[in-house]
């Protein structure tokens, strides 16, 4: 009779322990959840503040045309051909305006985040075809090396391919400029260590002066007469919301490796919360 009650005590404290095992697991990756959550949110607002700062140039030149325009017809008699000069400047303004919305449209991520466990292999296979056509016309030779077997991280897929596109993007623009021998890119897997997947894009392009490897990432920060500016900031923004880094690193005479660290995803983390 007094085995049970005993039993039932022990059974209690198996379960309180379990419980608070269950608690801390659950907590740390809420913890992991927020913090990523966070670091989305500040690296977007420093993205908006600087479309907002691009966007605000153009929209205070579009100001002072229109309001020369009207002194300019209020003359006596009216100044047509200045007031024409303001209004085609007020034109060509909001073209350039429109446009850098246009591109930011298609480089920004777009609808719901979907979360799961990513095979970062699958995800460069995945992105290769999409810019194979472009590799072909700038006739480089786009190299995977992939190491197998590599542990999951955790994410949005589609985010992180598109964080790849950009750099593969980026690594074939840096690239045509070369001898058509010499048009090389490799995109490359490892574990890191324990902790981290790496997937690195590497080109033999000119690569990036030492004190821009980090002006690379601002946004609109661009060298291409074509360039928006905002791809790497993009990317990186995706890269460390998905609690990961991303920079560049580029040794004189060789091109430019940007590097992306992933976190493996804790599978035991998961198991427990
Ligand atoms: N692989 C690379 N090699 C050399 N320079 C690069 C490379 N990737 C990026 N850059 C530099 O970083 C700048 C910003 O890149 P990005 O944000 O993608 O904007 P964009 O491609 O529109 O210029 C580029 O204009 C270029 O100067
Ligand atoms: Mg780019």
Do not use: Y
């Not at 085995?3 to 039932?8: F, Q």
């Not at 446009?99 to 992105?127: C, M, S, T, W």
């Not at 090396?145 to 949005?156: A, F, H, S, T, Y």
């Amino acid at each position: 009779m007094r085995r049970r009650p005993e039993a039932l005590r022990a059974e209690s404290r198996r379960l309180a322990r379990r419980l608070k095992r269950n608690r801390a697991a659950q907590r740390k990756v809420l913890d992991a959840f927020d913090l990523a959550h966070l670091n989305q949110v500040s690296a977007m607002s420093e993205l908006a503040t600087s479309i907002a700062h691009e966007l605000n140039q153009p929209l205070a030149a579009i100001l002072t045309n229109a309001q020369a325009a009207l002194r300019l017809l209020a003359h006596i008699p009216p100044d047509i051909a200045e007031a024409r000069a303001a209004l085609e400047d007020i034109v060509a303004d909001d073209r350039r305006a429109g446009k850098v919305i246009q591109r930011l449209r298609a480089a920004l991520p777009r609808g719901a985040v979907n979360v799961a466990a990513q095979d970062v292999n699958e995800l460069a296979r995945a992105v290769i075809p999409l810019v194979s056509d472009a590799a072909r016309l700038a006739g480089a030779t786009l190299r995977a090396e992939l190491e197998p077997g590599l542990p999951r991280v955790r994410g949005d897929g589609l985010r992180l391919q598109q964080a790849i596109l950009h750099l593969l993007v980026n690594a074939l623009d840096a690239v045509s400029p070369c001898p058509p021998d010499a048009r090389l890119v490799v995109v490359r897997t490892r574990a890191a260590d324990r902790a981290r997947v790496e997937l690195c894009v590497a080109d033999s392009g000119e690569g990036v002066p030492p004190e821009d490897l980090e002006r690379i990432f601002e946004p609109f920060f661009t060298t291409k007469a074509q360039g928006l500016g905002v791809g790497l900031s993009i990317s990186r923004s995706i890269v460390e919301a998905h609690g990961g880094r991303l920079w560049a690193e580029c040794s004189p005479g060789a091109g430019v490796t940007l590097r992306c660290a992933l976190p493996v995803w804790d599978e035991g983390a998961r198991r427990a919360g």
